[in-house]
Nanobody, 115 residues
């Protein structure tokens, strides 16, 4: 059974940083594509960053230069380092992992950027 559990969200002031973590069980981040989406109130879920085996990453233009995706294969963890946060980054952040024909999602973690 595949389970993804995010952590690390919270309230942060504009310009601050957070690191989101996603722990996986039942599936290996080192084998399958994985990444992060976010969904703000009243908006569609959007891709923030994705990574494939070998470490090649795809970062959304809206966060490029501020967010970094990484993974620790030994710990089977996925991370999203978020720097220079802006109020428009406020959203629920979800990690995902793709098997052929199936995408698995975590439960999400709230990130609120506000002074």
């Amino acid at each position: 059974q595949v389970q993804l559990v995010e952590s690390g969200g919270g309230l942060v002031q504009p310009g601050g940083s957070l690191r989101l973590s996603c722990a996986a069980s039942g599936i290996m981040f080192s084998i399958y594509p994985a990444g992060w989406y976010r969904q703000a109130p009243g908006k569609q879920r959007e891709l923030v960053a994705g990574i494939i085996s070998g470490g090649s990453a795809n970062i959304a233009d809206s966060v490029k230069g501020r967010f970094t995706i990484s993974q620790d294969n030994a710990k089977n963890m996925l991370y999203l380092q978020m720097n220079s946060l802006k109020p428009e980054d406020t959203a629920v952040y979800y990690c995902y992992v793709d098997r052929p024909l199936t995408r698995y999602w975590g439960q999400g973690t709230q990130v609120t950027v506000s002074s």
